[in-house]
């Protein structure tokens, strides 16, 4: 499996902005390029969801909700995929999480929590 560790999250207005990092501080740069990283939300009480994900092509999507509002990059040098998120509201609250799949075996960072009030 590949260590996650993500970073980032906190407490926002809406309207904000915040930027979470994920990194894979053992993988090695080569195998961690040809990896699809993806990013998910896990509100309260409700099933975790996908927010972004980036493929080893830089091939992006996002959910509906997050669409001109996040963008998802890639730092392969750094290992670290990074999700950019503006124009925050109450619904983009919830826990972050980052996924990839090696080797069909799945793997999750910690989670980062991110907090939209008024």
């Known amino acids: 499996q590949v260590q996650l560790v993500e970073s980032g999250g906190g407490l926002v207005q809406p309207g904000g902005s915040l930027r979470l990092s994920c990194r894979a501080p053992r993988s090695i740069t080569s195998v961690f390029s040809a990896l699809t990283m993806t990013w998910y939300r896990q509100a309260p009480g409700k099933e975790r969801e996908l927010v972004a994900q980036?493929?080893?092509?830089?091939?992006?999507q996002f959910a509906d909700s997050a669409k001109g509002r996040f963008t998802i990059s890639r730092d392969n040098s750094r290992k670290t995929v990074t999700l950019q998120m503006k124009s925050l509201v109450p619904a983009d609250t919830g826990t972050y999480y980052c996924?990839?799949?090696?080797?069909?075996?799945?793997?999750w960072g910690g989670g980062t929590q991110v907090t939209v009030f008024s």
């Open positions: 980036i493929t080893s092509d830089r091939t992006t």
């Open positions: 996924h990839t799949k090696q080797y069909g075996l799945d793997s």
